[in-house]
């Protein structure tokens, strides 16, 4: 349940008894003007206070001086003034008591240094009064349940908007206009929407969490432009999972530059999208990424329960072509398209249903009938080895609705199983059909494939981390780093410290050995000219910690190292990069990448919020690509993968231990020996919390 602040933020925000508009206009071709005309001719039951010092009426309402002079505190104001004015205006709704103020104009951070200090300035009378800011630059609020359209899009000069149960947050003001008109022309309804705006106060995850008690909302779209205020998207997301009602989002940014990190290689090869996107699977949001399949796939999110996703798709088509379209899309988001059973085409054959066998069924030689396509969905709605039938209907969705269309509403009605359908042709009556009684449709193969695969791709949210309280982080050195390593569990090579200037006492293992200089203050040993590999003698190794002195003279006189750290020289069948970070906004993350340089070239890697299961673990393991080898495959001698996933579990259990005050961890190189014989870091940097 929400609590009682949420109640109120949502009771202001979506249901306000009454508005001002601060800055109103007569003229309705104007920003000011828009907002007055919306609530009129939607039918706003509230009451509105156009407010201009300049007029004694707006459109037809009496306008008002000041907020002052209003006869009640109205629930929220609409600024609609010019940015140099923004300010004073929150300061007098703040005095006077108002909950909610959203603000139209821009020219805050994204304008320079006064804007961010206006932007500061908003921060601090909400954190002061206890007022709610949404916004800046918000095109405001929309709920077609009560005729509240306050709101400056204009594409809400939309005639009667229909109310749906889909409710709707975006960075971008004009999407949820867009979003408005599209659903529109496909039956869509939305019971709310939100333009957050700069989300200087009120954030999108905290808007979306007031409505989660709302009966009359279903379930959420968001339209993200970036990750920001992570915490409170992840405390929405996992109430929103415990409530059944799914969200889908679609996010800007898949092609963003690498995220910068100046002493790790984990944030640069994972890259701010990719953590972005395995933020929102792990979750349990659908991420779409065709703005169509944004509308379309909140049906099918509902149909399946992110608990128990499935993985096996079945099709069925009347049309080849359309049906090769669908296949393909789904195959290159990794779903895989599930051939009919030896016992399935049995059963469709004892029933008389003809039907081409093959990766699909496909009905088009044998005509499109009522009967085959309604027969044969009753066979595959119960065929074990299908979790979700997806049905492609080709020419007669048009004009014959009745034949292909009419037995996938009938057939999806009380279906224990999710059935979703693909109309190749434009077919508005039978689309209108089909979104009616709830049955996921999609009018393109590329929004059918990127709806499927986003859902299939949710995964339900682990546990909840536990951080360390934030603060400047300091480099440990290697042999602290792996102190860290043994705390967790992680094996690493055997470590012997030697000083410099002392007669090296023997090692406690076989030469060859590799010598490295170990100072926390040289966190890249390499760029000093600090490593050197394939000492093979005691000699070689007084020698090797000469040249390592000089190098270190030369190239790094300021740092502070008296240590030389001595490590048997090992090979394992392959390297991997295991990493660990604390993302500012989506919070403590894991990565396994292909060692070598794969990790920055091809990045080849897998992404999971921290910490993650052995079970998760064995899953990221299947997913880089350069492991695929150590399976056995074609004969190659097989890797210890199994003591590589309970590795990759145990540095990310660093999100459960805040007492260790790690911001990142990172093994690199991991060295994976033959099966049986487990994992051994032979290198790891470690950034701990002061």
């Known amino acids: 349940m929400t609590s009682d602040n949420d109640s109120r933020l949502a009771q202001a925000l979506l249901h306000p008894a009454s508005v001002a508009l601060y800055g109103a206009s007569d003229d309705v071709g104007k920003m000011g003007g828009r907002p007055v005309q919306f609530l009129q001719r939607s039918g706003f039951a509230g009451r509105i206070y156009p407010i201009n010092p300049r007029r004694d009426e ?10 002052q002079s209003l006869p009640e505190v109205p629930d929220q104001v609409f600024v609609l003034t010019p940015t140099e004015t923004v300010i004073p205006a929150v300061r007098e ?13 821009s020219g805050f951070s994204e304008s320079g240094h006064e804007g961010a200090q206006r932007e500061e300035e908003l921060r601090a009378i909400a954190r002061e009064t206890g007022i709610r800011i949404l916004g800046p630059s918000s095109l405001g609020v929309v709920n077609p349940r009560t005729g509240l359209v306050l709101t400056a ?8 908007i229909p109310p749906g149960k889909v409710f709707v947050a975006s960075h971008s003001g004009s999407m949820i206009g867009a979003l408005v008109s599209r659903g529109k022309a496909r039956g869509v309804g939305f019971a709310g929407l939100v333009s957050v705006g700069s989300e200087v106060d009120l954030n999108m995850g905290e808007i979306c969490a007031a409505t989660l008690d709302d009966p009359g909302i279903e379930g959420y779209l968001l339209f993200l432009e970036s990750l920001r205020h992570g915490p409170e998207l992840r405390a929405f997301a996992r109430a929103a999972q415990r409530a059944g009602k799914p969200v889908i989002a679609y996010k800007l940014g898949r092609s963003a530059a690498a995220a910068e990190m100046a002493t790790t290689h984990t944030g640069a090869i994972a890259g701010e999208d990719d953590i972005a996107d395995a933020f929102l699977k792990d979750m349990g949001v659908a991420r779409v990424g065709v703005l169509e399949a944004l509308l379309e796939t909140f049906p099918l999110a509902r149909r399946i329960p992110l608990a128990s996703a499935p993985k096996r798709v079945g099709v069925v088509t009347t049309t080849g072509g359309g049906a090769a379209m669908a296949v393909e899309q789904l195959g290159i988001r990794g779903v895989v398209v599930e051939p009919p059973s030896n016992e399935t085409l049995r059963r469709l054959e004892q029933a008389g249903l003809p039907c081409t066998p093959g990766r699909v069924l496909d009905m088009t030689l044998a ?4 009967e085959t396509m309604k027969g044969t969905l009753d066979i595959l709605l119960t065929a074990p080895e299908f979790d979700l039938v997806l049905a492609i209907v080709g020419s007669s969705a048009r004009f014959q609705p009745q034949l292909a269309v009419k037995p996938i509403v009938e057939c999806a009605d009380g279906s224990p199983k999710p059935l979703a359908a693909m109309l190749v042709p434009d077919a508005p009556e039978a689309l209108a059909a089909l979104t009616a009684a709830g049955v996921p449709c999609f009018r393109t193969p590329e929004a059918c494939g990127d709806a499927i695969a986003a859902v299939l791709a949710r995964r339900p949210p682990g546990q909840e981390p536990v951080l360390p309280a934030p603060g400047p982080a300091q480099t440990l050195s290697e042999a602290d780093a792996y102190g860290v390593l043994d705390e967790l569990g992680v094996p690493h090579a055997p470590v ?6 002392e007669a090296p006492p023997p090692l406690p293992f076989a030469y060859p050995v590799v010598a490295k200089v170990c100072s926390a203050e040289i966190p890249h040993k390499t760029e000093v000219g600090g490593v050197l590999l394939n000492i093979g003698s005691s000699e070689e190794l007084a020698e090797a910690m000469t040249t390592l002195r000089r190098n270190l003279d030369e190239r790094a006189p300021q740092a502070a190292c008296d240590t030389v750290l001595v490590q048997p020289m090992q090979k394992g069948l392959a390297e991997v990069l295991v990493g660990y970070r604390v993302d500012a906004d989506a919070g403590p993350i894991v990565m396994l990448a292909a060692g070598g340089i794969w990790a920055e070239v091809a990045k080849d890697r897998s992404i999971r919020l921290a910490p993650v299961t052995v079970e998760t673990a064995r899953e990221m393991v299947a997913e880089v690509k350069a492991l695929k080898p150590l399976t056995g495959l074609r004969g190659k001698a097989r890797g210890d993968l199994e003591a590589l996933a309970h590795t990759v579990s145990a540095l990310s259990q660093l999100a459960l231990k805040p007492a260790m005050r790690i911001a990142e961890a990172e093994v690199n190189p991991l060295l994976i020996l033959p099966e049986g014989q487990g994992v051994m870091a032979v290198d790891a940097l470690v950034f701990q919390r002061s």
Do not use: H, M
């Not at 899009?153 to 009667?160: G, I, Q, T």
């Not at 012997?496 to 200037?501: D, K, T, V």
């Open 496 to 501: 012997a410290l030697r000083r410099f200037g």
């Open 153 to 160: 899009n204009a594409a809400f000069a939309e005639p009667d």
């Open 58 to 67: 707006i459109q037809g309402l009496k306008a008002w001086p000041s907020l």
């Open 367 to 370: 005509g499109t009938k009522y």
């Open 93 to 105: 709704c703040a005095a006077l008591g108002v909950r909610v103020v959203t603000i139209l104009a």
